[in-house]
């Protein structure tokens, strides 16, 4: 008889080496957290956890913060978003950039003409004055939605302003 029950996480991933796996953890990490508590997450010693978050540190992956007597690592925002921005740069000419960033506005626009409101916690605050749940549901799905082409919104934009001296920069010289 098979086993229906669903297999552990680690016998369906492929296995990945210590450092692998602390690599991985790492890129996730939006809030603060120890080498420890990564070390407990990978499965790995402190001292393995440690050497691989250093790394990445050194690569301006992550950052390091002293809080108290406590060493925290987490993701470099500001090194991501430059990244983000020159991948976005690379793969998409300026049209297509131009297209998105106005997509977007039209989107935010339409649900705030839609709904009578300006930002997306105003809808979230509109669920409470209803009772149909798949309406609750699409407000919910908006809001979320709003929220993030808000965050993705100076990001294209960046890469637009910034196009012609990235472009420029980016040219490999033979």
């Known amino acids: 008889m098979a086993d229906d029950s669903p297999a552990s996480e680690a016998e369906t991933r492929p296995s990945l080496t210590r450092g ?3 690599r991985v953890a790492a890129r996730t990490l939006r809030t603060p957290r120890t080498a420890s508590q990564v070390a407990t997450e990978t ?3 402190v001292k393995t956890a440690q050497k691989y978050l250093e790394q990445l540190v050194e ?3 992550l ?3 002293e809080r108290g007597d406590q060493t925290l690592y987490c993701i470099d925002q500001l090194m991501a978003t430059y ?3 020159a991948t ?3 793969e998409h000419t300026r049209e297509e950039l131009t297209t998105a960033l106005t997509s977007m506005r039209t989107r935010i626009t339409e649900w705030k003409d839609t709904y009578g409101i300006e930002r ?3 809808l979230r605050a509109s669920i409470a004055d209803l009772e149909n749940e798949a309406e609750i549901e699409r407000r919910r799905e908006i809001a979320s939605e709003w929220e ?3 965050g993705r919104l100076p990001v294209v934009r960046a890469a637009l302003n910034e196009y012609d001296w990235a472009s420029e920069r980016d040219t490999l010289s033979v």
């Open 20 to 22: 692998d796996r602390v």
């Open 43 to 45: 499965e790995v010693s």
């Open 59 to 61: 690569d301006d992956v």
């Open 63 to 65: 950052r390091k913060l």
């Open 83 to 85: 990244r983000e921005i």
């Open 88 to 90: 976005l740069q690379r």
């Open 120 to 122: 997306p916690g105003e």
């Open 148 to 150: 993030h082409l808000e």
